[in-house]
C-alpha cells in the first residue's frame, strides 16, 4: 500500500490550497486518517485527524482554517487550508490506519508535500 500525497505549492499569505492523500488500495474504512506537519528544526506536529466515526480534530493553530475530509470511494483524504499564513510554511505528510477491501488493516505514512506560505 502507498499513500501519494499532493497539491502543496507557494501561496501567498490569506491563500488557499488542497492538499490530497490517495491510497494506492481500495479502502473498506478508516480507523483514522491524519494530516501533519514539520517546519524546519521544529518536530511533526498533527494538525487534523477525521476519525472512524467521521469525527475531525484539529491542532488549535489551524481551526476555523482547515477542513480534513475523506472520500472513500476515491481512496483519498484532503485537506482544505484558507487563509494561510507564513507559519503553516511546512513539509505536510498524510498518515493513515484503514482497512483495505481486503479485510487487510494498514498503517502508515505517505510521502510529504511542501507548503510554503509568503508574507
Known amino acids: 500500500v502507498q499513500l501519494q500525497a499532493s497539491g502543496g505549492g507557494l501561496v501567498q499569505s490569506g491563500g488557499s490550497l488542497r492538499l490530497s492523500c490517495r491510497a494506492s488500495?481500495?479502502?473498506?474504512?478508516?480507523?483514522?486518517m491524519s494530516w501533519y506537519r514539520q517546519a524546519p528544526g521544529k518536530t511533526r506536529e498533527l494538525v487534523a485527524t477525521i476519525h472512524s466515526d467521521g469525527s475531525r480534530t484539529y491542532a488549535d493553530s489551524v481551526k476555523g482554517r482547515f477542513t480534513v475530509s475523506s472520500d472513500n470511494a476515491k481512496n483519498t483524504v484532503y485537506l482544505q487550508s484558507q487563509s494561510l499564513k507564513p507559519e503553516d510554511t511546512a513539509v505536510y505528510y498524510c498518515?493513515?490506519?484503514?482497512?483495505?477491501?481486503?479485510?487487510?488493516?494498514?498503517?502508515?505514512w505517505g510521502q510529504g508535500t511542501q507548503v510554503t506560505v509568503s508574507s
Open positions: 488500495v481500495s479502502i473498506r474504512s478508516i480507523n483514522a
Open positions: 498518515h493513515a490506519d484503514l482497512l483495505t477491501t481486503f479485510g487487510d488493516r494498514y498503517i502508515g
